[in-house]
């Protein structure tokens, strides 16, 4: 296949610009038109990052844009590009509220000379030889995301105020539903298992969707004052551990069931009534009001991760490969030998965990001849040494 030969360009030409994207990779091809031939100047490509490879075709496109201005800084400040592109980029920057991360691309392209236009029939086969286009299972998604859905009646909308705490004492949470007219309804949760200050809020956030998707509630604007969550919703913050991840997934797919579900992050001292609350909840019940619906958790909201069992997230194995476990930690290729307890804290360090770990790793140690033939031999008696004194003769 022979590609076309690249172009010098002329002094304040007009120049086109065609994006692609893929499921891993995004690009662009920088063109001119001369005598109505297009003929290209400058190809790029950008391969996606883990966490861009998430992004809507839409946020990718304009990342491709995003990624062509700044590459290819100096065409766009000397020259007018045209886009080219049969979905609606310009309407989708021109509304901030929809992401905050194309807000941010919005003031970053504003300062060259853009301007987008519909696709006509392609004249070259430059698109052919080098980008791929966008799936056809993904044009449906386009289509959805460039006509976003009418905003909701601020009459029909509820309010969840919602906070978690966890202290030395126990965790607890707290949240509160402001219906159509004004009505409070305060929850109070008392969480019967150990969790860090994010997973209370987590617990509190879930449990407000959870109980307004009962109420039948289709319009909600959850206003609480955890920056994670708000971030790891509206995707400006990522999360990292399994754990996270696991509370994100099921907020989400609570969101999803509310015609209109928005989060909004608010200070703490708007959200102090149920800050105070949750941190009365995580102590004890007794000092609360009899209007005050109150829950206790056993057991996380949050779906727990497949193949784990322990609250840290360790794996819970059955009793065949237990033993392999400990056979391994202990003899295996870099086995020491060593004790129950070293034993045991590899085996959680490594990853694993089961109930009844520390009998099964006696009953093996016992079994090691290695371990038994070379174990330190302690000379101190068992018991304390009781003087024996000859009888006095008669």
């Given amino acids: 296949m022979e590609l076309p030969t690249l172009t010098a360009l002329e ?13 891993i990779a995004v690009g662009a091809v920088l063109l001119t038109d001369r005598k109505t031939v297009q003929t290209p100047i400058y190809y790029i490509s950008k391969t996606l990052a883990d966490a861009e490879t998430w ?6 496109l304009v990342l491709a844009l995003v990624y062509a201005a700044r590459r290819l800084k100096r065409y766009f400040q000397g020259h007018p590009i045209h886009v080219l592109t049969d979905y609606k980029l ?16 919005a003031i970053e392209l504003g300062e060259h000379s853009i301007e987008h236009k519909p696709r006509p029939a392609i004249k070259g086969q430059v698109l052919v030889d080098f980008v791929t286009e966008v799936p056809t299972e993904k044009i449906q998604e386009c289509l959805y995301e460039q006509q976003p859905p009418t905003p909701t009646d601020e009459s029909q909308k509820w309010t969840l105020f919602t906070d978690g705490a966890s202290s030395g004492e126990g965790s607890g949470a707290c949240l509160k539903l402001i219906n159509l007219d004004g009505q409070e309804f305060t929850y109070a949760i008392k969480l019967n298992f150990k969790s860090t200050n994010n997973e209370a809020e987590y617990e509190a956030f879930l449990a407000g969707l959870r109980i307004a998707k009962k109420l039948g509630v289709k319009f909600l604007e959850a206003r609480v004052d955890s920056m994670l969550i708000t971030g790891q919703v509206l995707e400006t913050y ?12 099921q907020a989400k797919d609570l969101m999803q069931q509310f015609t209109s579900c928005k989060v909004v992050h608010i200070k703490g001292s708007e959200n102090r009534p149920a800050d105070a609350l949750s941190k009365l909840a995580s102590t004890s019940f007794e000092h609360m009001g009899r209007d005050m619906r109150i829950e206790v958790l056993d057991n996380p909201i949050r779906p727990s991760t497949p193949g784990h069992g322990h609250p840290n997230g360790n794996r819970c194995v059955d009793a065949e490969d237990a033993n392999y476990v400990i056979r391994e930690i202990h003899e295996g290729i870099c086995g020491l030998h060593a004790a129950l307890r070293m034993v045991v804290a590899k085996i959680v360090n490594a990853g694993y965990y089961w109930p009844g ?4 790793a ?6 090691c001849d290695a371990f038994q033939n070379h174990v330190p031999q302690t000379l101190r008696p068992q018991n304390k040494l009781v003087p024996v004194t000859s009888a006095w003769p008669l």
Wanted: charged share 30%; aromatic share 8%; no cysteine.
């Fill in 11 to 23: 002094e304040g030409e007009p120049l086109t610009l065609y994006l692609s994207a893929s499921d």
């Fill in 362 to 367: 006696v009953k093996e140690i016992r079994n």
């Fill in 55 to 60: 992004y809507s075709i839409l946020e990718k």
């Fill in 90 to 105: 310009k309407s989708v920057l021109a509304k901030p509220e929809l992401s905050v991360r194309l807000a941010k691309w």
């Fill in 238 to 249: 990522e999360a990292k551990n399994d754990v996270m991840a696991s509370y994100l997934s």
């Fill in 357 to 360: 770990m520390h009998a099964d």
